[in-house]
């Protein structure tokens, strides 16, 4: 490999080969970077298993789909490379993204059906969006004044590079004295943040909007478990109001997943501590890691 990279730094797969991550690169002219002409997913690797594989990579179609990109990869090589790419890091507990962009077009034209797209991939230590005081005490969120793209715009399904909101969101929150932002539609119904969805529990019972939003693997798995458990959970559109009077808040992502929010708008939730149904979420999607069906293990041997 070359240089002195520490291969636990990250792997990726960049035109056919793996180099370190630090040494992978996209060409300026790429779409996806010039244009967020893009799509991906991401998956997670938890004490060497990646948690949902398939239904991540099938989900990376999707949007592939519904953006017009296409692959001459099936499903089955897809994984291949991206168990390769966590293989030759080493690593237990990582973050493993798969990349589509449109690609570079041919000289003297912008016309995006002549485009060769494109595949990159990468593993890299595990990302949690909450550091490990704000994951046992609980973040400190705002409903930031930012609009999420309208789905009518670009439909949020389709997982995409445009994030421009969620992160003015995000420098919102740090002005107000938090730490994290959930962005409302022009109802007034909240939607989602940067890497996550939201839950509301009140009266015992879960509510997350049912559109307008990226249909997070997180947010699927916390609906299988509440129903496996009997607790109700709504999909329906959730008001800013109500999110402000909930009993408990999490927020849910690949990246870190099931994370507490003890403060909204500066109101602080029952006493300030994360409350029971999230630690109860919590802990049955930490135990979910290794459940048959849902993990695929890692051979890290050469
Ligand atoms: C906008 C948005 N919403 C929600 C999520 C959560 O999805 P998942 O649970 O699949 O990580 C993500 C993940 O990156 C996201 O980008």
Redesign the pocket.
């Known amino acids: 490999m070359a240089g002195d990279h520490n291969p636990a730094d990250g792997i990726a797969f960049v035109n056919g080969t793996y180099v370190p991550l630090a040494e992978a690169s996209v060409p300026l002219v790429d779409r996806g970077f010039v244009r967020s002409d893009a799509t991906y ?2 998956v997670h690797v938890w004490k060497g298993s990646f948690f949902r594989l398939g239904d ?1 990579i099938e ?1 990376f179609q999707a949007s592939m789909r519904g953006l017009r990109l296409s692959l001459p990869l099936s499903a089955g090589e897809i994984a291949w490379i991206l168990t390769e790419c966590v293989r030759r890091s080493g690593l237990r507990d990582a973050y493993v993204q798969m990349t589509c962009t449109r690609g570079i077009a041919p000289k003297g034209t912008r016309d995006p059906r002549l485009c060769e797209n494109r595949f990159y991939a990468f593993a890299q230590p595990f990302v949690w969006i909450a550091n490990e005081d704000q994951r046992r005490d609980g973040l400190k969120m705002i409903i930031s004044s930012v609009q999420r793209i309208q789905p009518e715009a670009l439909d ?1 399904r389709l ?1 995409n590079f445009h ?1 421009l909101d ?1 992160t003015m969101g995000i420098f919102e929150a740090y002005d107000r004295d938090a730490v994290t932002a959930v962005l409302s539609d022009r109802d007034g119904n909240v939607t ?6 939201v839950f509301t529990v009140r009266g015992g019972t879960l509510a997350t909007p049912d559109h307008g ?9 916390v609906i299988e478990m509440a129903a496996e458990i009997g607790l109700a959970c709504a999909l329906r559109p959730v008001s800013a109001g109500e999110l402000r009077d909930a009993d408990e808040i999490f927020i ?4 870190g997943g099931i994370m507490p929010v003890t403060e909204i708008d500066g109101r602080i939730l029952g006493n300030g501590r994360p409350g029971p149904v999230t630690q109860r979420i919590h802990d049955l999607y930490w135990d979910r890691q290794h459940a048959a069906g849902l993990f695929t293990a890692v051979d890290y041997r050469d």
């Open positions: 997913d991401v991540h989900r949020p997982k994030w969620l989602e943040g940067a890497g996550f969805n939003v990226f249909e997070g693997m997180t947010r699927r798995t849910t992502s690949t990246a």
